[in-house]
């Protein structure tokens, strides 16, 4: 892999954790001056911070990735219906609706004989119709998965502990469940029907 191409990768995770990293600093740091304000302001920098990471996708390659496109229009309508009622609930069940959007779009979309993991990562890898059927519904099933567990963060646990699991809990799964997932994709890449 070339330095330029390390770059790249490098700038897409923090266009990616950004938006998740300015949120949870930003409402650790208020929080100790401003308690019952912090997951607002939070949830202001968070939409702002988005709407930069969608900027900055856009400039670098003319073009928004599809998931960025999603994540801003919940980020903006829960953050929106967040401040304008005053109710930090919205704004938690934003990772709710995220996972549960992805869930039921790969699996709609297999309804009706789509593979949308493959439309999305086909260009990364070459891979059998096989592998990219598993590796969909694998990730649609985690995706229900992870709404369960955000929805038994929101319900059973503090605001403070729920925002911070967004950065410690959320992304540590998604990542180890990528590299669980990472065999099955290295093993047959390059074997495309």
């Known amino acids: 892999m070339s330095a330029k191409e390390t770059a790249r990768g490098a700038g897409q995770i923090l266009l990616d954790l950004g938006p998740i990293i300015a949120f949870v600093g930003t409402f650790n740091i208020v929080n100790r ?3 019952d304000n912090a997951i607002y302001i939070a949830t202001g920098v968070f939409m702002a911070a988005t709407v930069l990471a969608a900027g900055v996708a856009w400039l670098r390659t003319r073009k928004v990735p599809p998931v ?9 309508a829960f953050g929106g219906l967040t ?8 704004i938690k069940l934003k990772p709710t609706f995220v996972y549960l959007f992805y869930s039921a779009a790969i699996f709609g979309a297999m309804a009706f004989g789509q593979n949308v993991w493959k439309l999305l990562f086909s260009h990364a890898f070459a891979l059998p119709d096989r592998v990219w059927r598993t590796l969909a519904i694998r990730w649609g099933l985690f995706f229900i998965a992870m709404a369960g567990v955000n929805e038994a963060i929101r319900l059973t646990q503090t605001t403070e502990f729920w925002v911070n699991s967004r950065l410690f809990i959320g992304f540590p799964l998604v990542a180890l469940f990528m590299l669980l997932n990472l065999p099955i994709t290295l093993k047959n890449v390059g074997k495309a029907e």
């Not at 960025?68 to 903006?76: K, S, W």
């Not at 401040?83 to 919205?90: M, P, R, Y």
Request: glycine share 0%.
């Open 33 to 35: 001056s401003n308690p």
């Open 68 to 76: 960025l496109i999603v994540t801003l229009v919940l980020v903006l």
């Open 83 to 90: 401040l304008a009622l005053h109710d930090e609930n919205l």
